[in-house]
Antibody, heavy 119, light 106 residues
C-alpha cells in the first residue's frame, strides 16, 4: 500500500515562501505516475496546484504558475512544493497525491497539512 | 476550462442506497475517480476508472457512467460512510474537481 506524508512549517509569513515535502513509502517515486499537489482553503473546494513526473516534467495550474515550483528527489523517494510571495489567500490544507497515469490503477493521497499565512 | 458538478448534500437512513452524481462534458471522454474525505484523515479513493473499486473498499461502493454523468452508489449505506465525497478527473495533464457532496447517514 502506497502511503504519502506531507511535512513542513504550519505557519508562513506574508510575502514569504511556503515549502512542503511529501515522503512516499510503499512504492517508488520513479514509477509511472504523476506526483501532485492539491490544496483546500478552509470551507472551500479543492484546487489543483501542479504535478511532476519522476523525469522532472511538470505541469502547473496557470493561475499559480508564476509562484510555484515542484521538484522531485528520487534518492529520498520524495517530492516538494515551493510557493512564493504567499498571502492570506494561500492559507489552506495542502495535500500531496499519487495520480495514476494508467487508468487501470488507483490513486493515493496524503493526510494533508494545514499551512496558515499570517504575521 | 472544465467543470464537474455535484449535489452539495445527500442524506439517507442507514441501510438505504445513496447515489451521488458527477456531471461534466469532459466525462464523455475521461474517467472519473471518487474519494471519501473525513476530517483529519487522508482522502481515500473509493472508485477509479468510473466503476473500479480499489482493494479494501467495501463492495457496497460502486460506480456507473452514462454519457456525461457518473454516479457513485453506496448500497446499504452505513453510518461510517458519512463524509464528503469528491469526484475528479485528469483531462489534460491536470486535475479537475467537483465541488464535493456531504453525505449524511442518519
Amino acid at each position: 500500500q502506497v502511503q504519502l506524508q506531507e511535512s513542513g512549517p504550519g505557519l508562513v509569513k506574508p510575502s514569504g515562501t511556503l515549502s512542503l515535502t511529501c515522503a512516499v513509502s510503499g512504492g517508488s517515486i520513479s514509477s509511472s505516475n504523476w506526483w501532485s499537489w492539491v490544496r483546500q482553503p478552509p470551507g472551500k473546494g479543492l484546487e489543483w496546484i501542479g504535478q511532476i513526473y519522476h523525469s522532472g516534467s511538470t505541469n502547473y495550474n496557470p493561475s499559480l504558475k508564476s509562484r510555484v515550483t515542484i521538484s522531485v528527489d528520487e534518492s529520498k523517494n520524495q517530492f516538494s512544493l515551493k510557493l512564493s510571495s504567499v498571502t492570506a489567500a494561500d492559507t489552506a490544507i495542502y495535500y500531496c497525491a499519487r495520480v495514476a497515469v494508467a487508468d487501470s490503477i488507483t490513486d493515493y493521497w496524503g493526510q494533508g497539512t494545514l499551512v496558515t499565512v499570517s504575521s | 476550462s472544465y467543470e464537474l458538478t455535484q449535489p452539495s448534500s445527500v442524506s439517507v437512513s442507514p441501510g438505504q442506497t445513496a447515489k451521488i452524481t458527477c456531471s461534466g462534458n469532459i466525462l464523455a471522454r475521461k474517467y472519473v475517480r471518487w474519494f471519501q474525505q473525513k476530517p483529519g484523515q487522508a482522502p481515500v479513493v473509493v472508485i477509479y476508472k468510473d466503476s473500479e473499486r480499489p482493494s479494501g473498499i467495501p463492495e457496497r461502493f460502486s460506480g456507473s457512467s452514462s454519457g456525461t454523468t457518473v454516479t457513485l452508489t453506496i448500497s446499504g449505506a452505513q453510518v461510517e460512510d458519512e463524509g464528503d465525497y469528491y469526484c475528479y478527473s485528469a483531462p489534460d495533464n491536470n486535475l479537475v474537481f467537483g465541488g464535493g457532496t456531504k453525505l449524511t447517514v442518519l
